[in-house]
C-alpha cells in the first residue's frame, strides 16, 4: 500500500472477516472475551501469547484503527487511547525518566 488514500481504507485488516466475509472492519462491542481454558486466560494476561482479554485493552476493531493510523503516518505502531489526558499522560510517562518531576496546571 503505497497511496494515502489506499491506507486510509485498507491498512490493518487485510482479509475479509472469517465469520462474516465482510468487506468492512467488523465494529467489536463487547466488553469481555471468552476463554478457552484457565490456562488460554492465564498466558493471555501473563502476554505469554497474543489475544483479546478485556476491551480497554485489547480490542479487534481499535487493533485496525491503531494499523491504520500507523500505516498513514509511517510508524512502527500505534495506541488508541479512551481520552485526551490519558495520551497525555502515555505521552508524558514516556518521555520523563526516574526521579524527574513534572509540574502542570
Do not use: W
Amino acid at each position: 500500500m503505497s497511496k494515502l488514500e489506499t491506507k486510509c481504507l485498507h491498512a490493518g485488516y487485510e482479509s475479509a472477516e472469517p465469520t462474516t466475509h465482510a468487506h468492512a472492519v467488523p465494529l467489536y462491542r463487547t466488553a469481555s472475551y471468552r476463554f478457552d481454558s484457565t490456562e488460554h486466560a492465564a498466558n493471555l494476561f501473563s502476554l505469554k501469547e497474543l489475544g483479546n482479554i478485556y476491551t480497554r485493552l485489547m480490542n479487534p476493531t481499535t487493533d485496525v484503527l491503531e494499523q491504520r493510523l500507523a500505516a498513514m503516518e509511517g510508524g512502527a505502531a500505534g495506541l488508541a487511547v479512551a481520552s485526551g489526558t490519558s495520551a497525555i499522560f502515555y505521552s508524558i510517562i514516556n518521555l520523563a525518566k526516574s526521579g524527574d518531576e513534572i509540574v502542570a496546571a
